[in-house]
């Protein structure tokens, strides 16, 4: 969902998400890709990938969705320290994973995940 808003109020700038224990090539949640198209963004095209040290290394910026991702990604690629943050940083929250869950946790994550790009987008425009 991250990515998709991202992309959406970034404007041209290259975003792509990746999971620490993601199931490859796995669609959206269907609680997600309902989320999402109320919001009017389709990710149903969207398949899921894992974090690998190529997407690290060409990544200017990567945002994890818990403090205790962001700490795995920099354990597993310590090259990456300096532009691992978690999305919700500047608000000092995480995101609650909301899988295998109802859509109501869907929506509140897709609400943390709203706050926390609204903080970013300016920065990553600022970085683009």
């Known amino acids: ?3 998709y808003l991202i992309g959406e ?8 998400s990746a999971g620490l224990d993601a199931i490859v090539g796995a669609p959206p949640d269907r ?5 999402m198209s109320d919001m009017g963004i389709d990710i149903s095209a969207h398949r899921a ?7 690290v290394s060409d990544a200017d910026l990567i945002l994890s969705m ?3 991702h962001r700490h ?3 354990r597993r690629y310590p090259g990456a320290s300096g ?9 000092q929250f995480d995101v609650a994973d909301p899988y295998g869950k109802s859509i109501a946790a869907f929506h509140i994550a897709f609400e943390s995940i709203r706050q926390g790009v609204d903080a970013w987008v300016p ?3 600022a970085m683009a």
């Open 9 to 16: 109020k970034a404007g041209r700038v290259t975003v792509t």
């Open 83 to 91: 532009k691992v943050f978690r999305l919700g940083e500047i608000g």
């Open 72 to 74: 795995e990604i920099m």
């Open 66 to 68: 818990e403090t205790t």
């Open 49 to 55: 990938r894992q974090i690998s040290k190529g997407l």
């Open 31 to 35: 609680h997600a890709t309902r989320v």
């Open 123 to 125: 920065r990553i425009k």
């Open 1 to 3: 969902m991250a990515q």
